[in-house]
């Protein structure tokens, strides 16, 4: 069993601290900026920043879904999210880039092992980078 690892990133022409801001909001921004992968969104316990609880359930593909149940942090310029289901560990970083913020999301799990979790390290950071890049595009489009 290895680590299994998605990064997507993107220059948003945005101020980091309102791109932060957006990533932090649970209750409005994010289900305006998740892809059709995400179902049956929920916030559970707060909705800004630290403390905020959310679920949902990722589609990864037609036959792999996943229920989420995400503990939130934010720790200087990242926005942490702790799955209470498994390893599942996302981390948005917000850093200056230019006039503006390059944002990077990095997945990270514990991977199966076996042959089973050779195929997951190849292919399931292909399938989450779409999915990552689609939520970047919506950000980006959101604090536009």
Do not use: C
């Amino acid at each position: 069993m290895g680590k299994v690892t998605a990064s997507t990133s993107k220059t948003i022409a945005q101020a980091p601290d309102r791109v932060l801001a957006a990533l932090a909001d649970y209750e409005t921004v994010r289900p305006r900026i998740l892809p059709e992968q995400y179902r049956d969104y929920a916030v559970v316990e707060g909705g800004q920043g630290s403390g905020t609880v959310v679920q949902w359930i990722l589609q990864a593909t037609s036959k792999r879904s996943r229920n989420m149940k995400m503990s939130v942090t934010v720790e200087g310029m990242q926005v942490v999210e702790r799955d209470a289901n498994s390893s599942l560990v996302t981390t948005w970083t917000v850093a200056p880039s230019g006039s503006g913020s390059e944002v990077t999301v990095l997945t990270e799990w514990d991977g199966a092992g076996g042959i089973g979790g050779f195929f997951e390290k190849i292919f399931a950071p292909r399938g989450l980078n779409a999915i990552q890049a689609q939520t970047l595009t919506n950000l980006e489009k959101h604090v536009h």
